[in-house]
């Protein structure tokens, strides 16, 4: 792996985050004490969300709106030989670091399994459904907080400038070079996306976005029904 060795880059793409970064980043500061890097990687927000994050990362840089523009913006600067990608809404496992360094040692990429933070039953059958979907296929997502080596993601150009179904995409790359490894230890991921839209209806609409994103469907169109 390039960059300094055994140090992890822990890359947070934000956008209005105020009321979750802050809580993101206590979460963190464990890794931070431990030696690795967290940036913070903000698309334009018109709240205090890069404010927030100043006083708990080590970078705090502005990009173009956008997961993959601003993550790739985040690993330009990163100086970790493995980056790990997390949403502001997700917690990583306990000793996340340790973990993600012996998974690189054996292997290239990987992504932890997940958890909804819910009391909901359907909820925790969906998330167990992604986990195993994941092994089955290979694909991770960005809920999952995917890791990989510094040089093979600068190798193989980063994320793809695409609005939508970013990991998608680059599991896809990653998976022709060798399978992830799939990691038990959970990270917790907020359910605020599906109890805003409604479990079924989100379900739902995910299933056509990934489908048709497969059959070839231009994410821009993909990502405006999205939103």
Not at 42 to 59: L, V
Request: aromatic residues 4%; hydrophobic residues 50%; positive net charge.
């Amino acid at each position: 792996m390039s960059g300094e060795p055994g140090t992890l880059s822990v890359i947070v793409p934000a956008l209005n985050e105020a009321a979750q970064i802050g809580a993101c980043l206590e979460a963190l500061q464990p890794l931070r004490a431990a030696g690795h890097e967290l940036i913070v990687v903000d698309g334009g927000s018109h709240d205090a969300t890069a404010d927030i994050a100043r006083a708990a990362a080590d970078r705090v840089l502005a990009a173009p709106r956008g997961r993959a523009a601003q993550m790739n913006a985040g690993a330009r600067l990163a100086r970790g030989a493995a980056l790990l990608f997390l949403h502001a809404d997700t917690r990583l496992p306990p000793r996340a670091d340790v973990l993600v360094l012996e998974a690189l040692a054996r292997t290239a990429w990987g992504r932890f399994d997940v958890s909804i933070d819910s009391p909901r039953a359907l909820l925790s059958l969906v998330a167990a459904m992604m986990n195993l979907r994941s092994r089955l296929t290979g694909i991770a997502t960005g809920d999952q907080a995917i890791f990989v080596r510094r040089a093979l993601f600068d190798a193989q150009g980063g994320y793809a400038p695409i609005p939508l179904m970013e990991d998608i995409e680059l599991s896809r790359r990653l998976r022709r070079l060798g399978p992830p490894a799939c990691l038990r230890a959970r990270a917790r991921s907020s359910a605020r996306r599906w109890e805003s839209r409604g479990v079924l209806r989100t379900i739902l609409l995910m299933w056509r976005l990934r489908l048709a994103f497969w059959l070839g469907a231009d994410p821009a169109r993909l990502a405006e029904r999205y939103r």
